[in-house]
Structures are given as structure tokens and as C-alpha cells.
T-cell receptor, first 115, second 110 residues
Framework: DAGITQSPRHKVTETGTPVTLRCHQTENHRYMYWYRQDPGHGLRLIHYSYGVKDTDKGEVSDGYSVSRSKTEDFLLTLESATSSQTSVYFC??????????????FGPGTRLTVL | QKEVEQNSGPLSVPEGAIASLNCTYSDRGSQSFFWYRQYSGKSPELIMFIYSNGDKEDGRFTAQLNKASQYVSLLIRDSQPSDSATYLCAVGRGNTPLVFGKGTRLSVIA
């Protein structure tokens, strides 16, 4: 358990509404990531953060924005949700995998349905 | 574009057999290699990592790395029905985010 929580865990919303997903971590990790996972596409990186107020785009960032105003929270916002954004969203942090390397650990996920 | 390729499966093996999962990657500068297991409806969990050529064993799991061939594999010995899951290969380089394959679905038949 990497101390990651995501909220909400499930959400149903309507097309055109804004949606914000929250990722919270308790272990002061510098790097945080947002992924979406869809059948046939695997995990795709949306945005990531390498520190407070430091963020960068991933491969599928269109339609999404992020903010990180404090170390423990990384927010993902869909400004105007579309049906194509129906997905499972995973937050991840970067942590140690052994003495010489680190890796990414995932939160429990948020299942988002856009009607 | 950095790519990680996996056979999507499903790979079906009988209980007690060896399951062999394979992964190739395109970035020759890749430094670290990971296998995640993901049960249906759950998040991916790390099960193995390797960063040197050769084999690394952990219980029933063995990760194999061949950097010259840009190839990583995961062997699961004495496969159990509880091993049925999707296995994701991921590749890392420096501080950049991991690049994930799409996963191989493994089914262990009792």
C-alpha cells in the first residue's frame, strides 16, 4: 500500500459538465501521475507532476487539466466531460522498488461514466 | 515514440504448468523493467523488476532480461488459478514516466 487514495471511486456525470478527480498521497512523494485505462488501449498517461506547481503533459492530455498546489494532492479536471472520457482513471506515485531503482505505484482507481 | 509490445492473449495454461509472458521494447536506452499484475476491476500491482541482463527469481516468478534483443519475459512456475490476471510490462528510463504495454491476459485452468 503506497498510501494513495482516490476520490470519488465511482462517478456518473453528463456530457458537458466539469468533473474533478482527486488523488491524495500520505508519503510525501515528489512525482505523481494520472492515467486512464481503456479496453484495447492499456494504460495511457494523461498528465504528471514532478513537484508542487510543476506538471507536464502525457500522451492523451487533450480535454484534461491538472493542478498540484500541495505535495499530497494531485487533481485531474475534465473541463467539459465527453462520452469519450468514460474510463477508469488511475493515479500513481513514484516510489522505491529496490535499493537502486524506483517505479510507479497505483491508487485504487476511479470509474467515470459520462452519459 | 517509445513502445512496449505484448501479446494480448489470452494465454491459457493448465494448473501447475509454467506460464511464459513476453515483452519487447523499442527504446534502447531503457534502464529498468517491471512486471505488474492486474486483477479484473483492480489496480496494477508491482510483482517483479529487473535492470541487469539475465534472470531474477522471486518465489514462483522469474524475470528475464536481454537488452541486446530488447526483450523481457516473466515466467510463472507452478501456475495457480489465482495467477489468472492481466500482466503488464513497463519500461523505465531516468526520471521519465514508465511506458506500459497493453498487457497479456493469463488464464490458468484448474
Amino acid at each position: 500500500d503506497a498510501g494513495i487514495t482516490q476520490s470519488p471511486r465511482h462517478k456518473v456525470t453528463e456530457t458537458g459538465t466539469p468533473v474533478t478527480l482527486r488523488c491524495h498521497q500520505t508519503e510525501n512523494h515528489r512525482y505523481m501521475y494520472w492515467y486512464r485505462q481503456d479496453p484495447g488501449h492499456g494504460l495511457r498517461l494523461i498528465h504528471y507532476s514532478y513537484g508542487v506547481k510543476d506538471t507536464d503533459k502525457g500522451e492523451v492530455s487533450d480535454g484534461y487539466s491538472v493542478s498540484r498546489s500541495k505535495t499530497e494532492d494531485f487533481l485531474l479536471t475534465l473541463e467539459s466531460a465527453t462520452s469519450s472520457q468514460t474510463s477508469v482513471y488511475f493515479c500513481a506515485i513514484r516510489g522505491l522498488a529496490g535499493a537502486l531503482t524506483d517505479t510507479q505505484y497505483f491508487g485504487p482507481g476511479t470509474r467515470l461514466t459520462v452519459l | 515514440q517509445k513502445e512496449v509490445e505484448q501479446n494480448s492473449g489470452p494465454l491459457s495454461v493448465p494448473e501447475g504448468a509454467i506460464a511464459s509472458l513476453n515483452c519487447t521494447y523499442s527504446d534502447r536506452g531503457s534502464q529498468s523493467f517491471f512486471w505488474y499484475r492486474q486483477y479484473s476491476g483492480k489496480s496494477p500491482e508491482l510483482i517483479m523488476f529487473i535492470y541487469s541482463n539475465g534472470d531474477k527469481e522471486d518465489g514462483r516468478f522469474t524475470a528475464q532480461l536481454n537488452k541486446a534483443s530488447q526483450y523481457v519475459s516473466l515466467l510463472i512456475r507452478d501456475s495457480q488459478p489465482s495467477d489468472s490476471a492481466t500482466y503488464l510490462c513497463a519500461v523505465g528510463r531516468g526520471n521519465t514516466p514508465l511506458v506500459f504495454g497493453k498487457g497479456t491476459r493469463l488464464s490458468v485452468i484448474a
